[in-house]
């Protein structure tokens, strides 16, 4: 007896993985000192702006390596430099196609540094590592479960997110802020993104955030200046399907496009900037897949399903304190401005450790009303629990910093860096100083979600398969004829001497018989004119 059948379904919307690929290359500068130096002190090299491009076969990355060089010149005064360099090069992914997605995790894995005989020329060896993933979204409908009689079901536990919709916005701001003092010329303008929020409700999902910008202008008296702006921004994506219980992953990106003063000397900058905003909703499942069924007569149709398997996630925020000491004595703090470089994460068992740098630049005022710049590096390190990692899996890291710099500036000879575990010593401070010493707080906030790829043949279709009826012999027509009723053992040659007519004349009475040697129980054979009345 045929099982009766069962089956549920389901529709999966998935990041397939066509293939990932990680890729080193070592992008080599030559930067010219403005004067000569005895030696390098050393370099720092960051990563701006990189992206991926799908070509066939492979990725195309591109971005620019920002370098300061700090150098010791003849006068044993430490000077520095900057340099931006770019870079590009690809990485083979086997499959890879132009309307595919993909993803790219850079960082510097060395920086490596020589200073020509002349002390003119410093040559760098940055060396770049690069992690690709290419993913398509597929529409997949799965089995979920099978009932029926007699029938061995293989299922197995997925976590996967299933993508709801993705959209790429852009959005251009232009807005005029007034500067505290006449500027002879903009310098520089500086922008990005901070404290970004994301919304999602039914099809839609908004993200809000601020521009952060930093203006550097040349006053009356031919000083750079420092003026910070923030500028709150808007933008909302159509996600047909999207719901406040889904996830929303989204990346934004600023760009100044112009910046020009209304006039020359002025107080007035007009700005006009890009944002753009990726937004991608996915809706995380966990679900039991059928692999396999056997049974009777069943027929199963399966398709090999290569996606990333969702092991665990955790958000951890955590406040990154410490103390920096500036180079001369300051009257007040005019503003702090904080982001994270060089964030990577590294899978533990049952933990992720996230590392990076918080870049902070200070801008305060010294005794002699002069706004002066400090920059400083503090390293973090957050532990985040991840119960079923394991160190050969993949894990998916996203910081950002929260609300602003809490700082205060105080005196005091002794400062106690708490990454660094040595104490410095700043000089004494002059009668009625404010202080020289900026203790800082800055809470660092990193979500991780580590996957593991699997490949399953995942069931895509059940179905009985059809057993045919025996075909009954075709009842012969026998105008002016009669019917002989086939009994069991009888053959043609037998039926033939019980008529006492010719084999030849009962086979040609019988046009319909394809096999003439295989005759079965009750078929009807017609029995020629001329042996009617003497059977």
């Known amino acids: 007896m045929a099982p009766q059948l069962d089956v549920r379904r389901r529709l999966l919307r998935v990041q397939r993985v066509i293939g990932e690929q990680t890729k080193t290359k070592t992008v080599q ?18 990563l701006k702006g990189t992206k991926c491009e799908i070509r066939r076969d492979g990725v195309f990355i591109q971005g620019t390596v920002h370098k300061q060089v700090f ?11 900057a340099e931006d360099v770019p870079f590009h090069f690809f990485v083979d992914v086997d499959g890879a196609e132009p309307d595919m997605s993909c993803q790219a995790h850079t960082k510097i894995v060395s920086v490596d540094w020589t200073l020509s005989a ?4 410093v040559t760098q060896d940055v060396a770049i590592q690069a992690f690709v993933k290419v993913t398509e979204v597929e529409q997949m409908e799965v089995v979920v ?13 997925l976590r ?8 790429t916005i852009r959005e251009t701001i232009t807005n005029t802020v ?22 999602i409700k039914n099809d839609t999902v908004t993200v809000k955030g601020t521009i952060h910008k930093q203006i550097f ?7 750079v200046r420092h003026q910070p702006e923030d500028v709150p921004f808007a933008i909302t994506a159509d996600i047909p399907g999207a719901t406040k219980d889904m996830e929303a992953f989204v990346d934004v990106n600023v760009v100044v496009d112009e910046f020009k003063l209304k006039h020359v000397p002025g107080c007035e900058l007009r700005q006009t900037m890009i944002v753009e905003a990726f937004i991608k909703v996915v809706e995380p499942l966990q679900i039991q897949v059928v692999t396999n069924v056997t049974g009777p007569n069943i027929i199963v149709e399966r398709r090999l399903l290569k996606v990333d398997h969702v092991v665990t996630e955790d958000t951890k925020r955590e406040s990154i304190d410490s103390e920096v000491c500036l180079p001369m004595q300051a009257l007040k703090i005019f503003s702090i401005m904080a982001q994270l470089e060089d964030v990577d994460a590294e899978v533990k068992r049952d933990s992720v450790i996230v590392r990076g740098n918080i870049h902070k630049q200070i801008f305060f005022v010294d005794m002699g009303n002069l706004l002066r710049h400090h920059s400083e590096n503090v390293p973090f390190r957050l532990v985040l629990d991840t119960p079923g990692s394991d160190p050969d899996m993949s894990v998916y890291v996203r910081t950002n910093i929260i609300g602003d710099v809490e700082y205060t500036l105080k005196d005091g000879h002794k400062h106690h ?8 010593i700043c000089p004494p401070p002059p009668p009625g100083a404010a202080g020289q010493i900026v203790s800082q707080a800055v809470i660092v906030e990193a979500f991780v979600k580590v996957t593991e790829p699997v490949q399953l043949n995942v069931v895509v279709d059940v179905r009985e398969e059809a057993v045919p009826e025996p075909v009954p012999p075709p009842v012969p027509e026998c105008p002016s004829m009669r019917f002989h009723v086939v009994q069991p053992g009888e053959t043609l040659w037998s039926i033939a001497q019980r008529y006492k007519v010719s084999l030849d004349a009962l086979l040609a009475a019988n046009p319909t018989l394809k096999h003439p040697e295989l005759l079965y129980p009750g078929q009807k054979i017609c029995i020629p004119p001329e042996v009617i009345g003497q059977g």
């Open 217 to 223: 202008f040349v006053d009356e008296g031919n000083l």
């Open 145 to 157: 479960d099978v009932t029926g009689t007699d029938l061995i079901v293989t299922r197995e536990l």
């Open 71 to 81: 150098y010791v010149d003849q006068g044993d005064l430490v000077r520095h430099v």
């Open 160 to 167: 996967v997110e299933s993508v709801v919709g993705e959209d």
């Open 178 to 199: 007034t500067l505290p003092m006449n500027a002879l010329k903009i310098f520089d303008v500086k922008a990005e993104i901070r404290n970004l929020t994301t919304t």
């Open 118 to 121: 002349d002390g003119r020329e």
């Open 29 to 46: 500068a030559t930067v010219t000192l403005p004067v000569q130096a005895i030696k390098v002190f050393e370099v720092q090299a960051t």
């Open 417 to 424: 860096d708490h990454h660094h575990d040595h104490d410095k």
